[in-house]
């Protein structure tokens, strides 16, 4: 009995995983920057230990030179948003294109991150993390053309 | 100069070490989602010697205020700091103020005194007794904080803090600062920029504004460094702390109050 509700189930996945792909799991946008050495699995599933072992050293030792740190998403994963204003930016948090938000919206967990931590980067924090743009208004342009030009091709 | 306020930090090998020291990064992923892995730091990455990062050992960071050289409409440690750290006051008494001008005056003979005040960094900080999550904290280095991670809004600091030194966040923040998050239902207050101290910058938002508009009023400094400027001051000069009865042992110095 049990075995026949397995290859049910498996056919049954089978039947509709390639029709509704697209409703099935969300659409992560694509980053900028180098990826993570130890592979995207491995991070979506242990972000938050990570995350909340990095935030006790900077907060309680001031070790600034961690390797998961709040700052670090929000630069890379930034996600361009489609009306921006004169000076465009990505999206904050509060949108559902939000990188973090696209994944947290689907499974139904509330970020606590972005209550108080910044959800858009500044130009100092962009130059920081990815030396390749310049902390000034050049360098902003760049990058957010860079954003644009990845999430378009990512389409 | 050994000092009594702070313990040395010994050759032990601290966390971060261990942390850092292994080879830069191995990785073995087992299966999607099972990884074992050894962590290094970005500079053991790179195999560079690494500059110091963290707190500097055996240091008490602290400032000296000469009341004599703040005049009384003169704000720009204030805006300064607002300005860095993303916090507006427009005069609500719920609104934060992690530095606030006090005038003083002498009911005797009249003079008035005019002055910052923010969180003192107490050796023996109230704040830090009462906590009951212990996200009221102070750092190796002297510098008191509040952990917003771990704390729960229940504001027994603000009522221990004999300074005033803290606020609540009531309503919900938008646009913070990266570097100074903050926001509803958390305590905050002067964080000695920590995040400029951190960094090796060797000065804060208040005293740089005060430096800049060439009043000159305040000095930051390692008060346990017998060569900074801050130490050499306080050891010539008379200074005093705010409710000195208190017996807190003070990071902030006042002169001419």
């Not at chain 1, 996945?13 to 995207?40: D, V």
């Not at chain 1, 938050?48 to 994963?77: K, N, Q, T």
């Not at chain 1, 994944?103 to 509330?110: G, K, L, P, S, Y």
């Not at chain 2, 309503?171 to 905050?188: D, F, H, M, N």
Request: charged share 20%; glycine share 8%.
């Amino acid at each position: 009995m049990k075995n026949l509700l397995t290859s049910l189930l498996a056919v049954l996945a089978l039947a509709i995983a390639p029709a509704h792909a697209q409703e099935l799991f969300p659409s992560i946008p694509k980053a900028l920057g180098e990826p993570h050495p130890e592979g995207n699995e491995y991070w979506r599933i242990n972000h938050p230990a990570l995350l909340a072992h990095d935030r006790d050293l900077v907060v309680l030792e001031g070790i600034r030179d961690v390797d998961a740190s709040l700052v670090g998403c929000v630069v890379c994963h930034a996600v361009n948003g489609p009306d921006q204003g004169p000076v465009p930016m990505p999206v904050n948090a509060g949108s559902p294109d939000n990188s973090c938000q696209v994944c947290h919206q689907f499974v139904a967990i509330e970020i606590g991150c972005f209550v108080c931590h910044a959800s858009v980067p500044s130009k100092e924090d962009v130059a920081m993390i990815l030396p390749q743009y310049s902390a000034d208004d050049e360098g902003w342009r760049a990058y957010m053309e860079d954003l644009a030009a990845l999430q378009e091709a990512s389409q | 100069m050994t000092s009594p306020l702070h313990r040395e930090k010994g050759a032990e090998l601290s966390r971060r070490d261990i942390l850092k020291s292994g080879a830069a990064l191995a990785t073995v992923t087992l299966a999607p989602g099972v990884t074992l892995m050894a962590f290094g730091g970005k500079k053991a990455a790179a195999g560079e010697d690494m500059p110091a990062d963290g707190l500097k050992p055996g240091a008490r960071w602290g400032l000296l205020i000469d009341a004599a050289k703040c005049p009384e409409d003169c704000s720009a440690c204030v805006s300064a700091c607002s300005a860095e750290l993303g916090w507006e006051n427009n005069g609500l008494e719920t609104d934060p103020q992690w530095i606030r001008k006090v005038t003083l005056r002498d009911k005797e003979t009249g003079r008035t005194n005019s002055l910052p005040v923010m969180c003192q960094h107490c050796e023996s900080p109230p704040c830090v007794d009462v906590c009951p999550t212990g996200a009221s904290f102070k750092r190796e280095d002297g510098i008191v904080l509040v952990n917003r991670h771990t704390c729960i809004g229940c504001r027994y600091c603000m009522m221990a803090c004999p300074f005033k030194a803290r606020s609540f966040v009531f309503a919900p923040v938008s646009g913070q600062k990266s570097i100074a998050p903050r926001g509803i239902g958390t305590v905050e207050g002067c964080t000695l920029c920590v995040h400029k101290i951190d960094r090796g910058d060797g000065t804060t938002a208040c005293v740089e504004a005060c430096t800049a508009t060439g009043n000159n009023a305040m000095m930051f400094g390692d008060l346990n460094d017998p060569d900074s400027e801050i130490a050499i001051a306080v050891a010539t000069y008379a200074s005093v702390e705010l409710r000195a009865d208190l017996g807190l042992n003070l990071g902030v110095r006042y002169q001419n109050i």
